[in-house]
């Protein structure tokens, strides 16, 4: 008689993490480890990143979690909301590739995503 759990499916999951790299003003860099699912901001906070601050907990309300996305990445994170660019008119430091951290969503493709924080966080 076979063994009916002899032949388990084949494991098609990534087993490593995408990895998201933080350089602040400072030029201090963390790479961390990022939830699937979770946002490059809620990973910052994490991991301690002290250039994002977040004071509306990923409401995107606050404009406070502002990244500056490496050129290499900017088409793969893709472009900003409505409701991110109505936050983004009041910001420091806005830049062509700034995004609001919370908005950015990670997936397995942003595995290497390398962002830049801001000297302040604030309007
Ligand atoms: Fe407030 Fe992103 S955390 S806008």
Not at 59 to 66: E, G, K, S
């Given at each position: 008689m076979p063994n009916p759990v002899s032949n388990p499916p084949p494991n098609t999951t990534p087993n490593t993490m995408p990895k998201i790299t933080y350089i602040e003003h400072d030029g201090t860099q963390h790479t961390l480890d990022a939830e699937i699912g979770a946002s490059v901001m809620e990973t910052a906070l994490k991991g301690g990143v002290?250039?994002?601050?977040?004071e509306c907990g990923g409401?995107?309300?606050?404009?406070?979690?502002?990244v500056h996305v490496d050129e290499a990445w900017t088409d793969k994170v893709g472009s900003r909301s409505e409701e991110e660019e109505d936050q983004l008119d009041f910001a420091f430091d806005v830049r062509p590739n700034s995004r609001l951290s919370c908005q950015i969503k990670v997936t397995q493709e942003l595995d290497g995503l390398v962002v830049h924080t801001p000297a302040y966080q604030g309007r």
């Open positions: 002290t250039g994002i601050v977040a409401c995107c309300t606050c404009a406070t979690c502002l």
